[in-house]
């Protein structure tokens, strides 16, 4: 029995600064139709989907700020795009920058089923870049500054007949982000991103093929390792003279790609997932209850940065 699912990954291309929600979700109608033509139940979106990758930009005015975030989920911009989902009946993955009530800003993404109930929420964990203004950097990355670090953990959801889990853009290249949902069951990971497509930092060239072998090399591990479906899409394009890569991809639990984005503008990327697809990885390789041992990884919960063992010298070798 195939539990199969049709997936689509809607990349989204450049996001510019003056650019309205209202347009934005004209393009997102555009692509949920599109991946409905072609046989999706889930579509899934990038991460902070509704506007452009604003932590590029050194924001102090509290207003100014805010007019980045969403007050609610829908909102007025935002319920076309849940109307035309349940009326076509299709879920998708949103990821946007959250509000709370309390006046919490959170970098999120939700689940929401072909319903219209939202069924997930996770919120961004590993959050990169920097806190302050950095002037020696070509653009900032001031994720640190205008996000806290997620408080909902990494949690998974039944959703589509299968247990679903969900992480954010830096999320995808740190391996424990991985395996705590790998030991919930997760059978499929949904994963927005938007990656500069060059290091912005000044610390060092890195050749900008590096910034999408990485991508792909953190999510086809993961799934692998996991044994789970894995979709990453990302906000792909020019941004403001700015660029951010593509290579929105699905990823099936044995690692490989089966299907990428071609472009680095609004594209879909769609395949069908069959969720038991997953069971051989869990009840051979990765049957975790069989091959782990945690007795040996204490490290990883107990420390935070590396700390080499003072007896070790580090010295070249006469
Ligand atoms: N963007 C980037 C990402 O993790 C980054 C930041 C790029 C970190 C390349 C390290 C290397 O894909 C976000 N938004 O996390």
Redesign the pocket.
Known sequence: MARRITVAAAQMGGIQRDESRARVVERMLELLRGAHRRGATLVVFP??ALTT?F?RYNLDDPAEIDRWFEKEVPSVETKPLFDEARRLGVGFHLGYAELTPEGRHF?TAILVEPSGEIVGKYR?I????HAEYDASRVAQ?L?KKYFEVGDLGFNVFGAYGGVFGMM??????WPEAWRVLGLQGVEMVLLG????SV?TSGAGFEDPYL?TY??NLAVQAGAYQNSCWAVAVAKAGDEDGYGL?GSSCIVNPQGEIVAKANTWDDELVVADCDLDMTVFGKETVFKFSAHRRPEHYGLIVERTGAEVPPDIRKEAAE
Request: hydrophobic share 20%; net charge positive; with cysteine.
């Open positions: 991460e902070l990758f932590p970098n961004k590993h959050l990169p870049g990355h994720e954010i853009c830096n999320d995808r290249r991103y938007n990656t500069p290091n910034r990485h991508s890569i």
